[in-house]
């Protein structure tokens, strides 16, 4: 699952350590998974699918006063409730994944799917809140299939910034989906407006995109991608970030004919999205330094959005 490191412009924890979270959210998964298939194929829910990182023992007693607290359902995942969130501190809010074992489901791939599910719930409360502070998520980003898409599809190692908000020049940029890989970053925009629609390239502001038998205008995607990109090579050249940086337009329910593309851009429509899909997510490289310094770099300039939590605020 990718994670999600800037959406628009929310409060994201990977500000705060971008060393830490990371390797903590995949090391947070694979030992909730492990717990909750153990408990599946047992068919007995485990006494906690808590996973508490760096505890002490005071605080595991008081966790373990506070379990009392849970309702424990055997049919979904679920989320932290708010009573005892407000019995945790600082440190517990930010580093615990809750889940309960979801027994109703038939099949592995079935509870693979519920735990994404949640696991992405998760990944968007990271993407906008720290211990301290907040900010308001639009709701269309829990029913974001292209969200969801980009998280649950691609492996723990790449990164994502969802339609971010850069700060340059002290005006507010939004971009449209930057990928950062172990070994590259991709510049994605995306046509996808209607279902089977062929989009018809020109070196013009706009291009034509035809659905059956009707015909209309649409912004020429070439001007936000390029844009895309030479805002990460100035931000990549500052901070000396050596990676490559490649640029698609992506049309994954339509097909895209644009003879005089140039040689940098790749199309990736219904017919060539799938194998670079594929090859993409089989990268087998770990999580490497150039390209944490490149996503820290790319963080420097995200404009963030957020108010302080009432409680800490009272603190």
Same mark, same amino acid.
């Given at each position: ?132 502070? @907040? ?12 969200? @969801? ?20 020049? @002290? ?124 996503? @820290? ?19």
């Amino acid at each position: 699952m990718a994670q999600l490191l800037k959406l628009q412009d929310y409060v994201s924890r990977y500000e705060t350590d971008l060393s830490r979270y990371p390797s903590q959210f995949i090391r947070l998964k694979k030992q909730q998974w492990l717990k909750i298939k153990q408990a599946w194929e047992t068919g007995v829910p485990s006494q906690s699918n808590s996973v508490e990182i760096d505890s002490v023992p005071e605080e595991e007693k008081r966790f373990r006063s506070l379990k009392k607290l849970f309702k424990r359902k055997t049919n979904a995942i679920e989320i932290p409730i708010e009573a005892y969130e407000e019995n945790k501190t600082p440190q517990d809010k930010e580093e615990d994944f809750e889940f309960s074992t979801p027994l109703h489901v038939q099949t592995e791939t079935e509870l693979k799917q519920s735990f994404l599910d949640h696991l992405l719930l998760f990944q968007l409360k990271w993407a906008s809140s720290t211990v301290m502070e @907040k900010s308001f998520v639009d709701r269309r980003f829990y029913i974001d299939e292209r969200l @969801k898409h980009f998280l649950q599809r691609f492996p723990d190692n790449y990164f994502l910034f969802y339609e971010p908000i850069f700060l340059l020049k @002290k005006a507010p940029v939004e971009l449209d989906v930057l990928l950062l890989t172990p070994t590259e970053i991709w510049c994605l925009t995306f046509i996808e407006q209607s279902n089977q629609a062929a989009y018809l390239g020109e070196n013009q502001h706009f291009w034509k995109m035809k659905v059956r038998d009707k015909e209309k205008k649409v912004l020429n995607p070439v001007m936000a991608v390029n844009r895309m990109e030479k805002i990460v090579k100035q931000i990549f050249q500052l901070y000396e970030v050596a990676l490559p940086i490649r640029k698609a337009i992506v049309s994954r329910n339509g097909f895209i004919d644009y003879p005089d593309v140039a040689g940098d851009i790749a199309i990736l429509d219904q017919r060539t999205y799938g194998e670079w899909f594929e090859r993409a997510r089989k990268t087998p490289s770990p999580i490497k330094m150039m390209q944490i310094r490149a996503a @820290k770099s790319l963080l420097e300039y995200g404009q963030t959005t957020s108010f302080q939590r009432p409680n800490w605020e009272s603190e």
